[in-house]
């Protein structure tokens, strides 16, 4: 403690830090502390005037390289030039990397190891998947005027470009601008083989970078001969066919080694859109195509016109195929189904059942088509897609787009898009879980969640109604209430639930914000067909092995659906939902013979109008858009999606005999029917059951009679009957007739 008495000096005299440090009192000082102060001044000093020094030498040393006039405008540029490519090139390589990794398998020249023949839910075959491409034939004997017509029409400047043609890709753009629409494609055959190797068809931003890449990717590891050779093995031709090699073989049955020029000139057409241009589905358009790559061939200077006239006035003759489109969408998909139930079972060569009913897949395909074709350019809607099941999930049609062989996309299975008011459902039923009933009084005033408030289609509030009535006018703001009111979490859980996975919590969320697959959301109404019971959508019935050995049976190995929501709260939405359709924005869509139910789902700008709806056989959900993403002319989901939608679902049900959805009262025509197959079923049980089939099916207590036939004489034969079936025939050609004359022998073939 320091004395006060006497300052710097503790009670016993000696020297306090201070005292010490500054000698107080007498003696010599520990430290100078004048002479500190000016060292560091006349350092301090000496170092600014060293720094200025060294400045202007500096200056002085890039003064020398001060430029004027001209070459400083060249130097800017070029400095300029150098920065702005350093960070595209940094973008681009960011753009790449995606593109990179796609490639960056060993396996990517091989054609998988799946070898699927898919049979209609009766047995019968409706093409193939897998390692089933042509490409036995080399290029050197591939005739050269199919090469010559390929290049002239795809690509003529492919021996000469880097995998990207950029003089054809401007050419291409200037064409399509004046005209206003795209007539010409810019793609090289290159970076349509980057397609058809690694990337969905989808037509995005994304997918162009990525294949102009994947191209440049391609040039530095194959030759061009090696390029053309596999984009004519792998190109798709139209008819199930891929390959030049199978195409020649399924519309002139021969091989391609064999075509003439008008032949070739056909084929060389059909890369463009070959459903479009295929013979067999159109042959005027087919013909008018030929001649283009023919003209393509004297412009490009490969052949002289009196080379070619040979070709015009003899046009190439196809076989006659009587045999119906392949439901390729669906194909597709189900070889993923394929590949995800026989992973790790070493099974690779098999033939799966599949759940497809072709009568309805063509009814489909006519719905879809028929009103694209009516309403496309007036509405400004370029796709759509259909998903059909029953109410356990067997998908019996499914179209992916308005036409496969210009895109192959699936946008039934794979095109997330926002749902908008379709979405309401899934609301709706946790509402009613949590007390709610059709007829609670609800207020259709403003609400609000943190900045953002919706408003309703019509503008304006009606005040108070029931429940029911918000949903059949689809009241926007009571639906962001009632997310609200009984939590969005629980929302969420329930559409989990029922597999869908694309929606997130947000404020907007009851209004379907976000995407969902056409599959997914038809998927997640049967729950409210069958209900209340848990679905999941599937498309393979039973797979069988190269052997004839059952591998795989959704009956067998699939487990039983659980009741996974309470069957009251599902007939209380079906009621609602039927009031959408008999009074509400689902009008269009009434049937005659039955009372359906659904929602009608459009999104801002119009981008997405669907409709969703069920009877109690079939649970359908159908889609209109662009796949840009830009607006349609006002379409809604209770006009074009539900006209569709009724278009296909009256060709559907061929009869009135099937019961009535959960809470929904049977229809007059349905109560007559079922009392006359009931009354039928007394007297002739047989009858009775062939009588609720729909045409083209066989009867339940037949397919059971077959059935066991089979497995007695399979047990009788022995392994002769194996050999036998294992051995090619020497008399395919008769063996067709005779299944032709007997489609009941080919169709019993699934039944072992």
């Given at each position: 403690?320091?004395?006060?008495?006497?300052?710097?000096?503790?009670?016993?005299g000696?020297?306090?830090?201070?005292?010490?440090?500054?000698?107080?009192?007498?003696?010599?000082?520990?430290?100078?502390?004048?002479?500190?102060?000016?060292?560091?001044?006349?350092?301090?000093?000496?170092?600014?005037?060293?720094?200025?020094?060294?400045?202007?030498?500096?200056?002085?040393?890039?003064?020398r390289?001060?430029l004027?006039?001209?070459?400083?405008?060249?130097?800017?540029?070029?400095?300029?030039?150098?920065?702005?490519?350093?960070?595209?090139?940094?973008?681009?390589?960011?753009?790449?990397?995606?593109?990179?990794?796609?490639?960056?398998?060993?396996?990517?020249?091989?054609?998988?190891?799946?070898?699927?023949?898919?049979?209609?839910?009766?047995?019968?075959?409706?093409?193939?998947?897998?390692?089933?491409?042509?490409?036995?034939?080399?290029?050197?004997?591939?005739?050269?005027?199919?090469?010559k017509?390929?290049?002239?029409?795809e690509?003529?400047?492919?021996?000469?470009?880097?995998?990207?043609?950029?003089?054809g890709?401007?050419?291409?753009?200037?064409?399509?601008?004046?005209?206003?629409?795209?007539?010409?494609?810019?793609?090289?055959?290159?970076?349509?083989?980057?397609k058809?190797?690694?990337?969905?068809?989808?037509?995005?931003?994304?997918?162009?970078?990525?294949?102009?890449?994947?191209?440049?990717?391609?040039?530095?590891?194959?030759?061009?001969?090696?390029?053309?050779k596999?984009?004519?093995?792998?190109?798709?031709?139209g008819?199930?066919?891929?390959?030049?090699?199978?195409?020649?073989?399924?519309?002139?049955?021969?091989?391609?080694?064999?075509?003439?020029?008008?032949?070739?000139?056909?084929?060389?057409?059909?890369?463009?859109?070959?459903?479009?241009?295929?013979?067999?589905?159109?042959?005027?358009?087919?013909?008018?195509?030929?001649?283009?790559?023919?003209?393509?061939?004297v412009?490009?200077?490969?052949?002289?016109?009196?080379?070619?006239?040979?070709?015009?006035?003899?046009?190439?003759?196809?076989?006659?195929?009587?045999?119906?489109?392949?439901?390729?969408?669906?194909?597709?998909?189900?070889?993923?189904?394929?590949?995800?139930?026989?992973?790790?079972?070493?099974?690779?060569?098999?033939?799966?059942?599949?759940?497809?009913?072709?009568?309805?897949?063509?009814?489909?395909?006519?719905?879809?088509?028929?009103?694209?074709?009516?309403?496309?350019?007036?509405?400004?809607?370029?796709?759509?897609?259909?998903?059909?099941?029953?109410?356990?999930?067997?998908?019996?049609?499914?179209?992916?787009?308005?036409?496969?062989?210009?895109?192959?996309?699936?946008?039934?299975?794979?095109?997330?898009?926002q749902?908008?008011?379709?979405?309401?459902?899934?609301?709706?039923?946790?509402?009613?879980?949590?007390?709610?009933?059709?007829?609670?009084?609800?207020?259709?005033?403003?609400?609000?969640?943190?900045?953002?408030?919706?408003?309703?289609y019509?503008?304006?509030?009606?005040?108070?109604?029931?429940?029911?009535t918000?949903?059949?006018?689809?009241?926007?703001?009571?639906?962001?209430?009632?997310?609200l009111?009984?939590?969005?979490?629980?929302?969420?859980?329930?559409?989990?639930?029922?597999?869908?996975?694309?929606?997130?919590?947000?404020?907007s969320?009851?209004?379907?914000?976000?995407?969902?697959?056409?599959?997914?959301?038809?998927?997640?109404?049967?729950?409210?067909a069958?209900?209340?019971?848990?679905?999941?959508?599937?498309?393979?019935?039973?797979i069988?092995?190269s052997?004839?050995?059952?591998?795989?049976?959704?009956e067998?190995?699939?487990?039983?659906?659980?009741q996974?929501?309470?069957?009251?709260h599902?007939?209380?939405?079906?009621?609602?939902?039927?009031?959408?359709?008999?009074?509400?924005?689902?009008?269009?869509?009434?049937?005659d013979?039955?009372?359906?139910?659904?929602?009608?789902g459009?999104?801002?700008?119009?981008?997405?109008?669907?409709?969703?709806g069920?009877?109690?056989?079939?649970v359908?959900?159908?889609?209109?858009?662009?796949?840009?993403?830009?607006?349609?002319?006002?379409?809604?989901?209770?006009?074009?999606?539900?006209?569709?939608?009724?278009?296909y679902?009256?060709?559907?049900?061929?009869?009135?005999?099937?019961?009535?959805?959960?809470?929904?009262p049977?229809?007059?025509?349905?109560?007559?029917?079922?009392?006359?197959?009931?009354?039928?079923?007394?007297?002739?049980?047989?009858?009775?059951?062939?009588?609720?089939?729909?045409?083209?099916?066989?009867?339940?207590?037949?397919?059971?009679?077959?059935?066991?036939?089979?497995?007695?004489?399979?047990?009788?034969?022995?392994?002769?009957?194996?050999?036998?079936?294992?051995?090619?025939?020497?008399?395919?050609?008769?063996?067709?007739?005779?299944?032709?004359?007997?489609?009941?022998?080919?169709r019993?073939?699934?039944?072992?």
């Amino acid at each position: 403690m320091v004395d006060q008495g006497e300052p710097g000096r503790t009670q016993n005299g000696a020297l306090t830090l201070s005292d010490w440090i500054y000698r107080r009192g007498g003696g010599a000082r520990l430290i100078n502390w004048l002479a500190v102060d000016s060292w560091l001044d006349s350092s301090l000093y000496q170092a600014w005037l060293g720094f200025k020094d060294w400045w202007a030498a500096l200056v002085a040393f890039f003064a020398r390289f001060r430029l004027t006039g001209a070459r400083r405008v060249i130097n800017e540029l070029a400095s300029e030039t150098f920065t702005l490519g350093l960070g595209g090139g940094m973008v681009m390589l960011a753009l790449a990397l995606p593109a990179f990794e796609i490639v960056d398998r060993d396996d990517w020249l091989a054609t998988g190891k799946y070898s699927v023949v898919f049979l209609d839910r009766y047995g019968n075959e409706i093409g193939k998947r897998g390692i089933m491409l042509n490409d036995s034939v080399p290029l050197e004997e591939i005739p050269d005027y199919l090469i010559k017509a390929t290049l002239a029409t795809e690509d003529r400047r492919f021996f000469s470009h880097f995998g990207i043609d950029i003089w054809g890709t401007l050419r291409a753009l200037l064409e399509n601008v004046r005209a206003n629409e795209v007539r010409q494609g810019g793609s090289s055959i290159t970076q349509q083989l980057a397609k058809n190797l690694f990337l969905t068809p989808e037509r995005s931003l994304e997918r162009k970078i990525k294949e102009a890449f994947i191209a440049l990717w391609l040039e530095t590891h194959l030759t061009k001969k090696q390029i053309l050779k596999l984009y004519l093995d792998r190109a798709y031709m139209g008819g199930g066919a891929f390959g030049v090699e199978a195409a020649s073989q399924f519309y002139f049955n021969k091989s391609v080694r064999d075509v003439t020029l008008a032949e070739a000139a056909l084929l060389a057409g059909l890369y463009k859109a070959p459903t479009r241009y295929a013979p067999h589905i159109s042959l005027a358009a087919s013909r008018l195509r030929t001649n283009e790559v023919l003209d393509n061939l004297v412009e490009a200077g490969f052949m002289t016109e009196g080379q070619v006239q040979g070709a015009r006035k003899n046009p190439a003759q196809i076989v006659e195929r009587s045999t119906p489109d392949a439901p390729n969408w669906f194909l597709d998909w189900a070889f993923e189904e394929v590949q995800r139930l026989l992973a790790g079972r070493g099974e690779f060569v098999v033939t799966a059942r599949t759940t497809i009913d072709m009568r309805l897949q063509e009814a489909a395909d006519t719905a879809v088509q028929t009103i694209l074709g009516q309403y496309s350019r007036a509405r400004n809607v370029k796709q759509a897609a259909l998903v059909s099941m029953e109410p356990d999930g067997a998908v019996v049609a499914m179209v992916g787009g308005r036409d496969y062989g210009e895109s192959k996309f699936n946008r039934a299975a794979h095109a997330k898009r926002q749902p908008g008011s379709s979405f309401k459902p899934y609301v709706y039923l946790t509402a009613l879980q949590n007390g709610y009933r059709p007829n609670t009084i609800v207020v259709d005033g403003p609400v609000s969640c943190g900045r953002w408030s919706p408003r309703n289609y019509s503008g304006g509030y009606r005040g108070r109604m029931p429940l029911v009535t918000a949903l059949a006018k689809s009241i926007n703001t009571v639906a962001v209430k009632l997310s609200l009111k009984v939590g969005r979490d629980k929302v969420l859980e329930n559409v989990r639930k029922m597999g869908i996975v694309g929606p997130r919590k947000s404020c907007s969320m009851a209004l379907g914000d976000k995407g969902i697959t056409p599959l997914e959301h038809t998927g997640g109404y049967a729950h409210f067909a069958n209900g209340g019971k848990e679905v999941r959508p599937y498309g393979i019935l039973e797979i069988r092995n190269s052997k004839g050995e059952l591998i795989y049976s959704h009956e067998r190995d699939e487990p039983k659906p659980r009741q996974i929501f309470d069957p009251e709260h599902i007939r209380m939405l079906n009621y609602m939902l039927g009031q959408v359709v008999a009074a509400g924005t689902g009008r269009r869509a009434q049937l005659d013979f039955t009372y359906a139910a659904g929602k009608t789902g459009t999104t801002s700008g119009y981008k997405d109008g669907w409709f969703m709806g069920y009877t109690g056989k079939y649970v359908t959900g159908v889609w209109f858009g662009n796949d840009n993403f830009r607006p349609t002319n006002r379409v809604t989901g209770g006009s074009l999606p539900a006209m569709t939608w009724k278009l296909y679902m009256v060709a559907a049900h061929q009869n009135a005999a099937f019961p009535a959805i959960p809470g929904l009262p049977l229809h007059p025509q349905q109560a007559a029917e079922l009392a006359r197959v009931a009354a039928l079923r007394r007297t002739n049980p047989v009858a009775a059951e062939a009588s609720g089939e729909e045409k083209g099916a066989m009867a339940k207590v037949t397919r059971k009679i077959l059935r066991r036939l089979v497995m007695e004489l399979k047990t009788a034969r022995g392994d002769d009957r194996r050999d036998k079936a294992s051995t090619p025939s020497k008399h395919p050609k008769k063996d067709r007739r005779a299944s032709a004359q007997h489609p009941s022998l080919a169709r019993n073939t699934s039944l072992e």
